[in-house]
Structures are given as C-alpha cells and as structure tokens.
C-alpha cells in the first residue's frame, strides 16, 4: 500500500557530507510525522531526528547542529542533510512515516528498506 524509498547514501571521508532523501509513494490520504533512524553493526536501531506534519523537529544530542531534517508535503518525500560526518555516523539509515490510507482508518507506521551510509576516518 505504502512505500518508502531512501536513497542518497554512500561512501564518505570524515567531515563531509551528504543527504539523504525518503520518498513516499502509494495509497497515502496524509502522512503525519516522519524519522530517520539507524542501526549501526551490533547495536540497537536508534532515533536520529523527527519532523512533524507541522514542521516540528527532534533530534538526537549526537547529531544536533551537524544534521538537518526537513520535507517537502507536497512530494511526500523527506530529506536529511548531514554535514561535519563522523565514523560513528556510519549505520544503515531508515525512513519511517506515519501514514494515513484509509478516511476512516488510523495512522499506521511504515519504513524504508534502507540506505547505507559509511564515513571513513
């Protein structure tokens, strides 16, 4: 019903950048709040940073003033620049939404298959 795709990972030294884009497609009627997530080999998948359909945004203290969150409503797709890249930023990044597909049904959680990121020291 829903989809979500990342892209825009890869490969990158130490202190660059990159960003990272979820676009959203299928049976939606509204998307409310979007994340980005990761999961680094052995550890646990964590929170990176949040936006609200009101543009409202959360992120973790290991990113704040180095990644921004933001989207784009009208092409359900959700972006994430980040910048002054660590090695501890390498994990594969997650999208995730909550999507609306139904008049009369509930907002239901959907993710993305993915994208790896990897930063070199």
């Known amino acids: 019903q829903v989809q979500l795709v990342e892209s825009g990972g890869g490969l990158v030294q130490a202190g660059g950048s990159l960003r990272l884009s979820c676009a959203a497609s299928g049976s939606i009627i509204h998307i409310n709040a979007m994340g980005w997530y990761r999961q680094a080999p052995g550890k646990q998948r964590e929170l990176v940073a949040t936006?609200?359909?009101?543009?409202?945004?959360n992120y973790a203290d290991s990113v704040k003033g180095r990644f921004t969150i933001s989207r784009d409503g009208a092409k359900n797709t959700m972006y994430l620049q980040m910048n002054s890249l660590r090695p501890e930023d390498t994990a594969v990044y997650y999208c995730n939404a909550a999507v609306l597909t139904s008049p009369f049904g509930r907002y239901n959680d959907y993710w993305g298959q993915g994208t790896q990121v990897t930063v070199s020291s």
């Open positions: 936006i609200t359909n009101g543009g409202s945004t």
